[in-house]
């Protein structure tokens, strides 16, 4: 076996998928796993952004109030969606995402601490 070698293609992470889908289905294959995995990871980013959307929205009735309260109990707002819901969104993912660039997690762990105690 060729194990000591840099460019060994049997050593643990060194295959993307991409080279796999190419050595297994030809060269066209590789675009359509490349298609496949955006497509899937654009798909969890959003449904991850309508759950966190989703859970701040007792947070941003707090911070943002209503400005009309309506007495017709068959007009609930479920237009979807307000600007100051997005808001309150852009600006939690704003303000958490340069913790998910970090390269050491240590400074994650008072957070993910108190989101267990939660």
């Known amino acids: 076996t060729n194990s000591g070698h840099p460019n060994n293609k049997n050593k643990k992470g ?4 991409e080279s796999v889908s190419c050595a297994a289905f030809g060269p066209s294959a590789k675009y359509l796993s490349m298609g496949l995995i955006s497509t899937i990871c ?6 991850y952004g309508v759950l966190l959307r989703d859970m701040l929205l007792p947070l941003s009735d707090a911070i943002f109030p209503k400005a009309s309260t309506s007495t017709n109990d068959n007009d609930n707002d479920n237009d ?11 600006f939690v993912v704003g303000l ?3 913790l998910t660039t970090l390269r050491n997690l240590t400074a994650l762990e008072p957070v993910g601490a108190a989101s ?3």
Do not use: C, K, R
């Not at 060194?14 to 998928?17: D, E, F, H, K």
């Open 14 to 17: 060194t295959v993307s998928y």
């Open 42 to 47: 654009f798909f969890t980013i959003v449904g």
């Open 80 to 90: 979807g969606p307000s600007l100051a819901h997005n808001a309150t969104l852009l």
């Open 96 to 98: 958490v995402s340069p």
């Open 116 to 118: 267990m105690a939660s």
